[in-house]
């Protein structure tokens, strides 16, 4: 297969020193390109002893940023995406390949097994949240909504490139965007390794952006899917208020409360409508592309 490997790298020189020349001695005549974003260490010293493409961002611009670059520098007809950490073992590479190679899928991702060494109960709590609430949107099983470790075809992943954000949740936002287009998403299981080196996960800011992602999850795939059933709840405490008070008071009458529910409910529900209306465009036109 004509394949380029994509890896991120802020500040990851234990990692690359360990993964780069397992990658060149299992896949000699693949392209690796390295994103440099911004590292300070010796990133880019470590990428020139193994001869490897390197594109170097001049200040730090987020994983996705990188991811970004690296795909539009990439030449194969496939991308591999991996973690520049030491995180991912280069053998389970081919097992992505080879299942992208048998036809059926457009985006093969490497499902992380259990809880791995290093993940926090927390960390491993909300990306079991993710997947469930994922799978229940698209009303297909996903495995590892949040894996950097993923192969796709390169034409369909540039469709979707200005989607992505520059921070960290590029995995979810791509891994949505394919199904919400119709391709085909298939899961590999793998098992990763303890990072090397020091994280970039800050708990307080990456705690709301986790939050926030719970939200983009419904408005990346389906948003009346999240906005109905929310709108039907405030609507139905509406009238709950409604029958309490008149039974109460012996009147019938709506108070204020009940209508400010009431109205409030209808107007979620149109924003889910609206929202949905526009999410059908935006994907029209990636799909035209192709």
């Not at 093969?108 to 960390?123: E, H, P």
């Not at 998403?185 to 705690?207: A, M, Q």
């Not at 986790?210 to 139905?236: A, E």
Request: hydrophobic content about 40%.
């Amino acid at each position: 297969m004509n394949f380029s490997i994509v890896i991120p790298a802020k500040n990851e020189e234990q990692g690359l020193a360990l993964t780069l020349p397992k990658l060149r001695e299992s896949y000699p005549d693949a392209e690796i390109v390295v994103v440099n974003d911004g590292s300070s260490d010796g990133t880019v010293a470590v990428c020139q002893q193994y001869e490897v493409t390197v594109v170097s961002h001049p200040y730090s611009k987020g994983n996705g940023a990188a991811i970004k670059s690296g795909a539009r520098a990439a030449h194969g007809d496939y991308i591999v995406f991996m973690d520049g950490d030491g995180q991912h073992d280069p053998a389970d590479v081919e097992k992505l390949l080879y299942k992208l190679d048998e036809g059926c899928y457009d985006m093969v991702i490497g499902a992380r097994t259990g809880r791995d060494d290093q993940a926090s109960l927390a960390r491993w709590s909300a990306n079991t949240l993710y997947n469930r609430l994922a799978s229940w949107m698209v009303n297909s099983k996903i495995e590892d909504l949040t894996s950097g470790f993923r192969a796709v075809k390169r034409k369909k992943f540039l469709s979707f490139l200005y989607l992505l954000p520059n921070g960290f949740s590029y995995p979810t936002t791509s891994t949505m965007a394919f199904f919400r287009a119709g391709y085909s998403v298939g899961f590999v299981p793998i098992k990763v390794s303890r990072r090397l080196g020091t994280s970039h996960i800050n708990v307080l800011r990456d705690g709301v952006r986790f939050f926030l992602i719970i939200f983009k999850i419904g408005t990346l795939y389906s948003p009346l899917k999240v906005y109905f059933p929310m709108s039907v709840f405030v609507g139905g405490l509406g009238i709950l208020n409604y029958l309490v008070a008149n039974l109460t008071s012996g009147q019938v009458r709506f108070t204020n409360m009940s209508t400010l529910l009431l109205l409030t409910g209808m107007i979620i529900f149109l924003i889910g409508l609206l929202a949905e209306q526009l999410t059908n465009l935006q994907y029209k036109d990636s799909v035209e592309e192709e």
